[in-house]
Structures are given as C-alpha cells and as structure tokens.
C-alpha cells in the first residue's frame, strides 16, 4: 500500500476522530488548504464530514466517518513456481507469482501492484477532475507522434499536482501518477499484463470472472485481477476504439482493432456476449522473431537448411504462402522472412491490424491497414481496395495479410501475373489443406493459378507440449491433373527432428530461369546462406534490428559477407 500524507491524516483522525484544519496541518507539516482539499475530496466520497463554523475566529474541521478496515490481499496457498518483475522503461511496474494452487490444481498468476487507500484514491479522482479539465481525453489519439506528446504534458502535469499537494517522495509520486494515467488514458490494472513479456493473450470476460492470461510457459492462467464492474470494461473498449478511430456501443457492440504498439484487440458488449462485456488482446513480442531466433537450439523452429533455403527464395523473389491454424506462428513467420528482402526494394503491406514489422533499414515500405465502415455504413476500406491500389505504387513485393476470401485471392494471384512478388498467410494445418481451400470453394481459384504460388510453408502449434515449429515446406508442383506438392523438408513430431524429404525440382527450375543459376550454383548459394545463418547465431544477431544490418552488408558484399562468416570475422568489422 502505498503511503501518502493523506493516510497519515485518516490515521490522525481514527484516534481523535473529529480534528480542527490548524492542528492537522501543524502535526503533518502542510498549508490547511492542502488540508482542506483533501477533507473536501474525502468528503465527496463519503468518508468523512467537513464542519465550517459560523464566526471568522474558530477553524474549520474535519470528521472521520467510520469506515470497516478492508481485508488485505493474501496470497493464495501453493507453491511459488516462478516469480519475477515486470518492467518497463527501466521501472519496475508489477511483481508476479506463478503458485502452484492447492485447490485449483493449477498454477495461479498474482501478480503486486502499487495500491491507494481509500482516502487517496479519493483525492486522486479530484486530480482526475483537474486533468481533464485542461487536456480533452480524446484529442488525436490516432496521431502517434501527437498522442505521445499529450501523453508526456499529461505526466508531467499529474505528476506536479501530486508532488505539490502531498510532498511525497519521488517514487510514491511516480506510481500515484501511473495509477491516474492508467486509469484515464490506459487500461488500468491490464497495462501491467500487457508489459509482461512472458503472456501472449490477456483475457476479460466479465466482471464477475478473474481476469484470465495465456502464459507462453505454462498455458492459461486466472490472475488476481477482478474488474469492478461492466462498465469499467465498457469504459477501456470505449478507449481502445477511439485510439483507433472507431465506436463500440449497443448499435455497434463488436470491436476488432489493434493498437499502435502492435496488440490486436477484440471487445464485445452485452447481450451479444451473454455474461457480460469482454475484451481479448493478442500480446506480440516487443522483440518480434527472426529467422536467426527460429534455428537457435533452445527454440529450435526450423533446421538451418530451411532457413536456408527460405532466404534464397526470398533473396530472388519467389511466391510463398505461410500456412497454420491458430497461433502456430504464422504472422511471426513470415514477419521473420521479410526482414531477408534486400533494403532498395519497394514493399507493400496490407493487413486488416498491423502486425509486420520491418527493420528501419527497409526505408521503402509503405504498411497500409484497412478500415471498418461508421456507424451509417461508409467509408469502408478492405483489403481488396488496397490490394487493387497497392499496384499503383509500384511495389517490388506485396505483402498480404491473410487470404480469407475469394476477391481477395484472385487479386493476391492476379498481381503475380503482373510481375510481383507476393506473399501471405491464410488458415491451414497441412500443405494438402491449403490447396483444397485455394481450389475448392468459397475461394475457388483456378488450378492453372495456384501454380503460381513457389513455395509452401506450414507452421506447427503443439499443443500438448506447447511447442511451435515449422512442419513443412514444400514446392508446388504442375502435376498432370492439377497442383501437387513435394514436401522438401518436413518435421518428425515424435523425434522433434528436421528431414530433408525430396529434392526440390520446380523450385530448381524457376531459379535457374530467373537467375541463369544451375542447380550446384543454386545449392552452393544455400550453403553459403547456411553459413552466413550460423555466424549470425553464434553472435547473438538475432534481433530485427540486427539482422537488417546483416543484410543490408550482404547484399552490397555477398562475396565479403559470407568470406567473414566462414572466417568467423566478429561483426564489428564487417558491419
């Protein structure tokens, strides 16, 4: 609990129960009219009575009303299994406990966070008041640049209030003013979750539940988090859809929208969800996966052949198309293959909520995101409309999201014709699954052009042991009755092992048309990849970051680059 002087107050006023301003002030060394102010925000919330006398001489005082002492939060009885801090910019934030439950048989996510009395949190909705009056709570918060901007003044100004008001220590002060910002301009008690870098998904799905998170560890969690009511839930969907620009409400009760630091948000209200109101927020890593993080043993996603040979054809512009069900990796798939495009090329992303990142170097990509229509139906932007417009940017590659129905297939092949290098995701298990969703309906995209498509990649969730790997890929082949597929590399589940299955041919075949490569040259490039891959690994250049700067001397020195690795040459002097 964190201590204020307005506790110090409460605890001087338990013992004497009504005290005059004067003598107040004097024990806590403040002005009455801090003292006041802070009677006068107690007062309002019901805990206590300010008393002013009828003649000038006496001094106004204040009376405790007697309020029942809340329980303190025990933790629950178990087993500590894990526990560490969250931070954020350098500040420790929350401090969580994974207990291993005695009566629900599972680990239990509790997580500290710095709490207010009463008394204070009273005092804190007076500053709440006084905040909004000068900032509006929702001007441009759909301009990054300019949100930020307001978000610091927001800081600052709080932070002054409280400091003046209490005389309080720096610390106290900094966490009083992020209870005020995360209540106001945040999601609360969530936006710690929401720092934690081991959770992938935070879960609200009604005020009468616990707060639920998916840990990337140990799987869904109930966390200590209660919220007070639907309204609060209401309240932060409301706030997440102005920062994007849209409405949740009775008329509108579905929101799907991400926010600018990358989380993608579902929220619905009652009735249509029946319990109560929800919202779901899809946590993306801060450090977002790179090929160099798929073939490092302790993940061990890909073999380094695979990513070899997934480099090469994103180094001469081959079709891909990433496949899996939900949450295999997908997205942090081919997330990891763009970032192998060489830096002068032009690339075009086009995502319902954006989820690609690319390293800075690639200063020649434009990120275009759709947008729902208002409430009276207009002004819808889909991905077929950006699709359709993204050839009018002279694109080098195209990046599409995901395929998920038919217009926007035939514009995702379509744009191959012209010349393009394109690349998407779309909702499969198996290679196989993905051909008879692109062939058979509601898609139905003819035969002929499915061929167009390189390379499949499947990305693999194992549940049971919460593991993701690559579980194929494979190259689409021109068989006589339609598209087949030769698996090239495949995952054995039961040995968790990588198998080179059959030689690719078509794939060998397109690279030597385009680049006059015969099948030795083109092998002997994969293995020179392959070694430029693990002097990478071996040096920890596995950010996005880091793997820009990679590639952008690779591609200006292919001969240096890979004579370094192969020396083991350590980077600072090649890069």
């Not at 806590?28 to 002013?52: N, Q, R, V, W």
């Not at 639907?230 to 859809?241: F, L």
């Not at 801060?286 to 490092?296: A, C, K, L, Q, S």
């Not at 079709?319 to 949450?327: D, F, P």
Request: hydrophobic share 40%; glycine share 6%.
């Amino acid at each position: 609990m964190l201590a204020t002087k307005i506790d110090e107050m409460v605890e001087l006023l338990r013992k004497n129960r009504t005290m005059s301003l004067r003598s107040i002030a004097s024990k806590l060394t403040l002005s009455e009219d801090s003292i006041e102010k802070f009677g006068l925000c107690m007062e309002k919330a019901g805990l206590a009575f300010m008393h002013y006398p009828i003649t000038m001489i006496e001094n106004p005082s204040i009376t405790l009303v007697p309020q029942p002492i809340p329980p303190k939060e025990e933790t629950p009885g178990g087993k500590v299994i894990k526990d560490y801090d969250i931070m954020k910019g350098g500040e420790t934030v929350g401090h969580v406990k994974l207990i291993q439950s005695l009566t629900e048989k599972r680990p239990l996510y509790h997580i500290g966070l710095p709490q207010a009395s009463q008394a204070t949190r009273a005092y804190l909705e007076d500053v709440k008041i006084e905040v909004s009056k000068k900032f509006q709570i929702w001007a441009d918060e759909r301009n990054p640049v300019e949100n930020q901007r307001l978000f610091e003044a927001r800081k600052v100004l709080i932070g002054n209030i409280i400091r003046e008001d209490l005389s309080t220590t720096q610390t106290v002060a900094e966490q009083l003013t992020r209870i005020v910002l995360n209540e106001m301009y945040g999601l609360g008690e969530l936006e710690a979750l929401v720092e934690d870098t081991w959770l992938e998904e935070i879960v609200v799905n009604a005020a009468s539940q616990p707060v639920s998170v998916y840990n990337k560890e140990f799987g869904w969690l109930k966390t200590n988090i209660i919220m007070k009511s639907e309204a609060e839930i209401e309240n932060y969907s409301q706030q997440i859809a102005r920062k994007v620009g849209r409405q949740i409400s009775t008329l509108n009760p579905i929101l799907d929208a991400h926010l600018g630091s990358g989380e993608r948000v579902n929220a619905t209200l009652n009735p249509i969800s029946a319990y109560g109101n929800t919202i779901t927020m899809r946590l993306f890593a801060r450090n977002p996966w790179t090929i160099v993080g798929y073939i490092r043993p302790e993940n061990h996603a890909m073999s380094v052949e695979m990513a070899a040979l997934l480099w090469q054809s994103m180094h001469y512009e081959m079709n891909i198309l990433v496949a899996g069900g939900t949450a295999s990796g997908k997205t942090s798939a081919l997330n990891s293959l763009l970032a192998l495009i060489q830096p002068f090329q032009r690339i075009v992303t086009i995502e319902d909520t954006r989820e690609l990142y690319l390293p800075s170097y690639q200063w020649n990509w434009v990120p275009l995101v759709t947008r729902m229509p208002n409430p009276e139906g207009m002004g819808e932007v889909n991905m077929l409309d950006l699709m359709v417009n993204s050839l009018r940017m002279r694109p080098d590659r195209i990046v599409l999201g995901e395929i998920r129905r038919k217009r926007e297939a035939e514009v995702f092949f379509e744009a191959m014709h012209t010349g393009h290098s394109v690349y998407s995701t779309v909702h499969a298990d198996t290679g196989q699954q993905v051909l008879k969703r692109l062939i058979e309906p509601p898609i139905e995209i003819p035969e002929s052009q499915v061929e167009d498509v390189h390379l499949l990649l499947v990305q693999y969730r194992d549940r049971r042991r919460n593991i993701r790997r690559t579980n194929e890929i494979s190259e689409v082949l021109c068989g006589v009755s339609g598209p087949e597929l030769n698996r090239v590399y495949t995952w054995k589940p039961r040995t968790d092992a990588f198998e080179a299955a059959k030689a690719p041919h078509r794939y060998l075949e397109e690279l030597n048309l385009r680049t006059g490569m015969t099948e030795n040259e083109a092998i002997s490039d994969q293995r020179d990849k392959a070694t430029v891959l693990k002097w990478m690994m071996k040096n920890r250049l596995e950010s996005v970051e880091d793997v820009g700067r990679v590639m952008k001397s690779y591609y200006s020195d292919i001969p240096g680059i890979v004579a370094a690795a192969d020396k083991g040459t350590p980077p600072s002097k090649v890069l």
